[in-house]
């Protein structure tokens, strides 16, 4: 039993170009979560699947798009990497939303030159 | 609108003394709330949770927390503390079953000095 994993674990962009972050759960939940951390702001929000085949908009969403490809897979595209993307990235996934607890992956380092 | 404070950004304590990690929430609603601990280059894992059950939580590890509802508080605690302790913690606060947004605070980080 894995949990939530995430790939790769490190990355390095220039400016404008473009990647997917790949992230798999295997416990079987329904509710998926893309974050992003930065020092000092703690964890925010930049889309959710509650469902599959549904995917919503979260706190800071601009320059990234989504694909819930399965019940299992929820995958995170920059179309034109930039600078201010320079994040640590946090894949989650919870048997539902609301109360339920949420299970992180290891995280994606991402640099954007 | 839900928010979630962690009053101290940085907290140093000594191996074997108590650690309290403060947490204040806003809610309008009756909240869930969370901690998670975060090791150095490490994902997140959940330390306890609050759900309207019991007021006084225990989680993983000897950590416990208190909700009180008067003061808008969730604070952590650990009677003694251990240098594997030494990370960064986040509280975390939602709403019931309807949300999907989890309102993370900024994260406290605790240092544990030998």
């Known amino acids: 039993n894995a949990g939530v994993t995430q790939t790769p674990k490190f990355q390095v962009l220039k400016t404008g170009q473009s990647m997917t972050l790949q992230c798999a759960q295997d416990?079987?939940?329904?509710?998926m979560y893309w974050y992003r951390q930065d020092p000092g702001m703690g964890l925010r929000l930049i889309y959710y699947?509650?469902?599959?085949?549904?995917?919503d908009k979260g706190e800071v969403p601009n320059g990234y798009n989504v694909s819930r490809l399965n019940k299992r897979e929820f995958s995170l595209r920059l179309e034109s990497a930039a600078p201010s993307q320079t994040s640590v990235y946090f894949c989650?996934?919870?048997?539902?939303?609301?109360?339920?607890?949420?299970?992180f992956g290891p995280g994606t380092r991402l640099l954007v030159l | 609108a839900q928010s979630v404070t962690q009053l101290d950004s940085h907290v140093s304590v000594s191996e074997g003394t108590p650690v309290l990690l403060r947490c204040n929430y806003s809610?309008?609603?009756?909240?869930?709330l969370f901690w998670y601990v975060q090791h150095p280059n490490k994902g997140l894992q959940l330390l306890l949770k609050?759900?309207?059950?019991?007021?006084l939580v225990k989680g993983i590890n000897g950590f416990e927390a208190e909700f009180k509802k008067s003061e808008t508080s969730f604070h952590l605690t650990k009677p003694s503390a251990h240098m594997s302790d030494a990370a960064e913690y986040f509280c975390?606060?939602?709403?019931?079953?309807?949300?999907?947004?989890?309102?993370f605070g900024t994260g406290t980080r605790l240092k544990v000095l030998a």
């Open positions: 609050y759900t309207s059950a019991a007021t």
């Open positions: 416990m079987n939940h329904n509710s």
């Open positions: 699947s509650a469902s599959e085949g549904t995917t």
């Open positions: 989650a996934s919870s048997e539902k939303g609301g109360r339920e607890t949420q299970y």
């Open positions: 809610s309008s609603y009756s909240p869930s």
């Open positions: 975390v606060v939602t709403l019931d079953s309807g949300t999907y947004k989890y309102i």
